[in-house]
């Protein structure tokens, strides 16, 4: 597991307090996925609700408060391919 998912997987635990409704998996391109449920936050590449899909330096300044969710998939930078309600509400807990 790449040290990008390591640091992820420990900032979302520490800002999720389990209330997603939902599935959803985070794909860091070339890093590899995180899974996001009402347990927790594992690294994992599961199905899910929602696979939300961005580069390295893209998902590192979300988590980092330096990019809004948002704004990042407005400009393409996060793709999102599937329920639409479990990425806003992750998009919320992540802005």
Do not use: C, W, Y
């Not at 347990?39 to 988590?63: P, S, W, Y």
Request: aromatic share 4%; hydrophobic share 45%.
């Amino acid at each position: 597991m790449s040290e990008v998912i390591d640091k992820a997987v420990a900032v979302l635990s520490e800002r999720l307090d389990g209330n997603v409704p939902g599935t959803a998996k985070f794909v860091i391109e070339g890093e590899g996925a995180l899974m996001i449920d009402g347990t927790g936050v594992h690294a994992g590449d599961e199905d899910a609700d929602v696979t939300l899909t961005a580069d390295a330096e893209t998902f590192q300044a979300i988590l980092e408060g330096e990019t809004n969710p948002t704004a990042a998939f407005m400009t393409g930078k996060l793709t999102v391919d599937g329920d639409m309600g479990v990425a806003m509400a992750l998009g919320n807990a992540l802005a």
